[in-house]
């Protein structure tokens, strides 16, 4: 599944902003996107230039879509703001001030952010389910809830498999792809690989995952290892976890 979301991008205390586009004044920047995964993607703005600040959990709308990566609502998004930018009789409401731009962030006011969500939500072909957050997502958040689910429910992940990580590349230890590389390899169920301990996950080959590390040659790898593979985006898992 994928998900759409939305939040203020203009710090609330400053108060509303001026549209350079409109001359209204009661505007607010808003920013939109589309993710397979919302807990890295918004960890990820939040901590770059593309958010002026960390919002409130309760003030970020999200909704999981029944597609992929939330193309099709976002999609439903883009056209919205283009009724928006007709009825003022301009080409754009984006901040970037150009027709064709895909920069998500916009001009809206209240009114606008409440119509946008409440026809999207109406729209039965997208088949929304809103998600409400109560704390501000986190990529570290995300490993520590998958691992929990794990240790939950690993009888329910029969078919589920670990996979290489999209941020594997980035990782500069040698023996990271070495242990990553050794457990996808295995192409084994999680929970084939896995076993339920009395307070954390176990594997049941304990050889699996082994890597050298500056100070223990020939290491296992620990919960404490697939959390941090998780949270660095260096290890995955296929068909994907849902925590919702």
């Not at 056209?79 to 809206?108: D, M, Q």
């Not at 389910?129 to 992940?157: F, G």
Request: aromatic letters at 10%; charged letters at 35%; one cysteine or more.
């Amino acid at each position: 599944m994928g998900y759409v979301y939305g939040y203020l991008n203009n710090n609330p205390e400053e108060g509303y902003v001026t549209c350079p586009l409109t001359r209204r004044t009661n505007v607010r920047k808003y920013k939109t996107g589309k993710t397979k995964n919302y807990y890295e993607r918004l960890d990820t703005e939040f901590s770059e230039t593309r958010a002026e600040f960390t919002p409130k959990p309760e003030d970020i709308v999200l909704f999981e879509t029944d597609d992929e990566d939330g193309t099709k609502a976002e999609n439903r998004i883009h056209l919205i703001f283009y009724e928006f930018a007709k009825e003022l009789k301009v080409e754009t409401l984006s901040t970037f001030g150009k027709k064709n731009s895909r920069k998500e962030i916009v001009y809206l006011t209240d009114i606008q952010i409440e119509r946008m969500w409440k026809t999207l939500e109406e729209d039965k072909q997208l088949n929304l389910k809103k998600i409400i957050l109560n704390k501000i997502p986190t990529k570290s958040a995300m490993a520590k809830e998958q691992i929990a689910e794990l240790w939950s429910n690993l009888p329910n992940y029969t078919e589920n498999k670990f996979i290489l990580g999209h941020n594997l590349k980035c990782a500069k230890e040698s023996n990271i792809h070495i242990r990553v590389n050794n457990i996808v390899e295995s192409q084994l169920p999680l929970s084939d690989l896995l076993k339920k301990g009395k307070t954390f996950l176990i594997w049941r080959n304990k050889d699996i995952g082994k890597h050298d590390r500056k100070d223990k040659p020939n290491s296992n790898y620990k919960q404490s290892d697939l959390e941090y593979d998780l949270k660095c985006g260096y290890i995955d898992i296929e068909p994907p976890i849902c925590l919702d």
